[in-house]
């Protein structure tokens, strides 16, 4: 897909992954939707800073062989959020530290991520820590946590 090829290597560039991009038809207009993420998260500062990136790399390679798409298009760049599922090392290793609901073998598990490399996700449930090959794993899912006290410890020191 040419749009792909021109953003790919410029979100790369500023140092986030591209998690998703789909084009869609809305009405007489095309939706360019772009989904970025990095180690840490991002927040609304990184999106608006993406976003222009991408914008100018678009409007340049647009000026130069012609457009995308026919008519006009809406950019529209975000996070995958919370509800994107942990599929691939690098979704693991951008997650470490946060609580995490996964099936490991024949089980489904909480614990938090401790580390996570190329060959798997170590884990710590209830206070057990252990290393999980992708292999034996599915896919993550995220769970939200609206108090942490060991958050409020880290705070006091």
Do not use: C
Request: no cysteine; hydrophobic share 35%.
């Amino acid at each position: 897909m040419r749009i792909e090829s021109v953003i790919a290597p410029v979100i790369a560039g500023a140092g986030y992954d591209l998690e998703e991009l789909k084009v869609s038809q809305a009405g007489r207009r095309s939706l360019v939707r772009v989904l970025v993420d990095r180690q840490g998260g991002i927040n609304l500062d990184a999106v608006a800073e993406v976003s222009r990136l991408i914008s100018n790399a678009l409007d340049a390679e647009e000026e130069a062989h012609g457009a995308f798409v026919q008519g006009t298009y809406t950019l529209e760049v975000g996070s995958p959020g919370t509800e994107r599922p942990l599929t691939l090392p690098r979704h693991w290793r951008q997650k470490v530290g946060r609580l995490v609901e996964a099936r490991v073998g024949e089980d489904t598990v909480t614990g938090r991520i401790v580390e996570a490399d190329d060959r798997g996700v170590t884990l710590d449930v209830s206070g057990e820590t252990t290393t999980v090959p992708y292999g034996e794993l599915g896919a993550g899912r995220i769970q939200l946590e609206f108090s942490r006290s060991d958050a409020a410890e880290d705070e006091k020191e």
